[in-house]
């Protein structure tokens, strides 16, 4: 295996990655989501050489605070957790019911009963065998639920001989073919909960200056509406830019609707945003929603996704995805990639956002008429990712690691998962 660096021309600014989740989104193949984000920027002075001590002071009652509150959290989860299990054994009693429960769902019942204290391990090991084949004995419909739970180690770890020899059999009896994908699909389809997208039509682009006026064109055309989602949305020149167009577009009567993460907006940039650029846009009719984190930033929105119509008569839309926030690095030296859709892909690309508007307690509009395939278009698929709740992303890394024959190429900044690295090794 062979590892390559980029230069120093083309190699992003050095982050120190933190462990967290993430909700992310990718065009397969075309474009993905970083998996780390950027820790705070260690301070550098001696705290007698803090220009504003009552600011230090206000920040560490809010780490105390932020403390406190992630100790109840736990507590609160803990208890919940370990006074759930029987109800949920109850209802494994009805198998065609459980069958036709969702993998989150499904994961959920796992979770509560692998952390019941009170339930008898041969008890636990067969009810999780039970409900990580609830879907199937294929792969795809094991992972999709397994992978849920939140710590699918555990699950296999809690499962007893006979259980875990039946569960490493199915899994086993089903694991790709090297340079076999017939069998990608289907497990993509049911570990993923995604579907293909045919007569997609995608086009690309590779840093900045190309994506971002790709954007700008887009939304300056936009009739109907604007739909923004995104990690970093910096207050530098690029990002006043971008709120210029997005302005303009709502006082010409565009329903603009703009999701930012609230820690990646406040901490991912390295300086905080100014508030004053969304007052800016919300005076002049934009519609914008924080992404709250989680306790303790556990819980980040890493996605980039823009979603218009496409300013001609009818009900066409097109959508964009991948790797860059909005921010001047992004903007000018970053290398990066971004990627345009046009036809069913663009509308799976806007019912993540949507639903993803609909979870932040926000109205969803009315759902865009399906798009129609393009001659000659692309299979796309549209892989959602929701950080805490599936490793959707990472299933397909691993999937076409294993199914891969001849080479693998990857380009990322951020490679820093060891299962994903065991994949590469093991290929």
Known sequence: MEIRRL???????????????????????????????????????PIQQVANPQALARDAR??????????????????????????????????????????ADLAGMAHRILHDPAIPAPVKSHALLQIATAHGTE???????????????????????????????????????RGDWSSWDGYMDRATDTRVADGTRVETYIDG???FQAEYDAIDHARRFVNLSIYIFNSDKTGWDYAQHLA??????????????????RFGAGNPVDPNLYKFMQSHGVKLVKIQDGPMFLNLSHRKILVT??????????????????????????HDVFCRLQGPGATDLDQLFLAQWQQAGQAPPAAEAPQPTFPGGSPVRVVGHQGGHDINMKLAYMRAIDTSSKS????????????????????
């Open 309 to 334: 119509d496409d300013g001609q008569p009818g009900s066409g839309i097109v959508g964009f995805t991948g790797g860059m926030n909005i921010a001047d690095w992004h903007a000018d030296s970053w």
């Open 7 to 45: 230069p120093p021309a083309l190699r992003p600014r050095s982050l120190k990655p933190t462990r967290t989740r993430f909700t992310a989104a990718g065009c397969l193949v075309l474009a993905g989501a970083g998996l780390v984000v950027p820790t705070l920027p260690p301070v550098r002075a």
């Open 62 to 103: 809010l780490v105390t605070a932020a403390a406190a509150g992630l100790g109840s959290w736990v507590r609160a989860q803990l208890h919940h957790d370990i006074t759930a299990g029987w109800p949920a054994l109850e209802m494994l009693k009805n198998p065609q019911s459980v069958s036709q429960m969702s993998s």
């Open 139 to 177: 792969a795809g419909a094991i992972d999709g639920i397994v992978s849920r739970t939140g710590d699918g180690n555990l699950l296999v770890k809690a499962l007893q001989r006979q259980d875990r020899k039946q569960y490493v059999a199915l899994l086993s009896a089903t694991q790709p073919k």
């Open 248 to 265: 303009d577009a709502a006082a010409r009567g565009v329903q603009v609707r703009v999701m930012v993460d609230d820690y990646g907006s």
């Open 408 to 427: 693998i190429d990857i380009a990322d900044p951020y490679f820093t998962d060891a299962d994903v690295f065991n994949h590469l090794v093991q290929a």
């Open 209 to 211: 200056p190309a994506a």
